[in-house]
């Protein structure tokens, strides 16, 4: 009666052990199945808005490149002194929403430097405002591998 009650016992904390490594890891295996596009698009009013992410997929150690071409979709020009940010937010855990500001590099082409700390599916806000204009946003979707250096 004792030995079947202490193999009860470790089974339940075998069992509790497992269930919070799959609970830990599964943003990790989701992340993984569901890997970034390396260019994605979006319509954000009338602005086309083109993102690269370097890394890809992005790291969790080391800051990720979102480089940014923005073209007006009816004139196709390409967008110049707009005031382009980034905002990252964890889509599945409240890591609080981060902001940064994007530079212009050349005309139309834009570019954040954003960390994205945790392993998972991150959404990142585009925002595109214009003194005088509405201002516009598009969202994106970036998929982060723990420790990935590549």
Known sequence: MRRRQLLILVLGFSLLIAITFVGTSIESIVAFLHPTNAIQKAQAGPYQITLQVTPNPPSTTGPANLTLQIVNSATQQLLTNAHVSVESDMESMDMGT???????????????????????IWQVKVVIAIPGKKTESAVFEISTLSGNSS
């Open 98 to 120: 981060d902001r940064v500001n994007a530079t212009q590099q050349s005309a139309g082409t834009y570019l954040a430097r954003v960390q994205l700390i945790m392993s998972g």
